[in-house]
């Protein structure tokens, strides 16, 4: 993120374990919360551009 020296795919795997975005400030006081939405942003245009391949789970 600029400004920062966390990346994207950091944050946006912190996300996904479940850090909200609040405890993500807290740890990160740098951060914002338009930075974390920029983040997913970026993330969700890079997969609409460059496409993905989709992995079904299978049933527990």
């Known amino acids: 993120m600029r400004g920062t020296r966390l990346s994207v795919e950091l944050i946006v795997g912190w996300l996904a374990q479940g850090w909200t975005h609040d405890m993500l400030i807290e740890s ?3 951060l914002t ?3 974390i939405l920029a983040a ?3 993330t969700a245009e890079v997969l609409r551009e460059e496409g993905y391949l ?3 789970r299978e049933a527990a």
Do not use: I
């Open 40 to 42: 997913l942003a970026f």
């Open 54 to 56: 989709s992995l079904k």
């Open 33 to 35: 919360r338009d930075d």
């Open 28 to 30: 990160y006081p740098q």
